[in-house]
């Protein structure tokens, strides 16, 4: 089946550099990406929705020059958080969706700690 | 703001006991309603995809069901085994320009052996 594979799965990093997770989707072309953070007991939170090719689309409130998503090819989206701070600590996931159906197959997740 | 909310947020259960759980959402700007279960480390892996009023659908020893009218839907796991334990997310689709997904907080199950 679809296969979506993110990493890294676990990064640290220091505070004010940046940090690049990438999506890539393995078996399938994905015009369409989407990119969520979920905080600590909280849902996952749809902060883009990455195109192949043009511009993401930002969730109200998701600032998009410090979470910068490119797409620029049909199975690979990258999100760079630039100069991290501890709030940026968080779970980031990816999911791509299926070409022929409204399924979405979903990266295994990448954790972030700012120190 | 849709908001799609699911209980209970937790729960243990004993190997071989039933359980369900709900997923809330407003009926309004309704396009599916999604089911996930995602375990530790791994990908959310999806279970269901509904879409019409009265919709049951089912996998081995679970099931779901949906109301459109009332905003509702239920996730039933029958003879729950230790390997259920993972976290069962649903996910309302609506379409607003492109089709998102408004997650749950998800129900945390956990199947004692």
Not at chain 1, 56 to 75: C, M
Not at chain 1, 84 to 96: L, Q, V
Not at chain 2, 51 to 74: C, P, V
């Amino acid at each position: 089946g679809a296969v979506v594979s993110q990493h890294p799965s676990r990064v640290i990093c220091k505070s004010g550099t940046s940090v690049k997770i990438e999506c890539r989707s393995l078996d399938f072309q994905a015009t369409t990406m989407f990119w969520y953070r979920q905080f600590p007991k909280k849902s996952l939170m749809l902060m883009a929705t990455s195109n192949e090719g043009s511009k993401a689309t930002y969730e109200q409130g998701v600032e998009k020059d410090k979470f910068l998503i490119n797409h620029a090819s049909l199975t690979l989206s990258t999100l760079t958080v630039t100069s991290a701070h501890p709030e940026d600590s968080s779970f980031y996931i990816c999911s791509a969706r299926q070409p022929d159906n409204y399924g979405y197959t979903f990266g295994s997740g990448t954790r972030l700690t700012v120190v | 703001i849709l908001n799609v909310e699911q209980s209970p947020q937790s729960l243990h259960v004993q190997e071989g006991d039933s359980t369900n759980f709900t997923c809330s959402f407003p009926s309004s700007n309704f396009y599916a309603l999604h089911w996930y279960r995602w375990e530790t480390a791994k990908s959310p892996e999806a279970l269901f995809v509904m879409t019409l009023n009265g919709d049951e659908k089912k996998k081995g020893r679970i099931s779901a069901t949906l109301n459109t009218k009332e905003g509702y839907s239920y996730l039933y796991i029958k003879g729950s085994q230790p390997e259920d334990s993972a976290t069962y997310l649903c996910a309302l689709g609506v379409t607003s320009g492109t089709y998102k997904y408004i997650f749950g907080t998800g129900t945390r199950l956990k199947v004692l052996a």
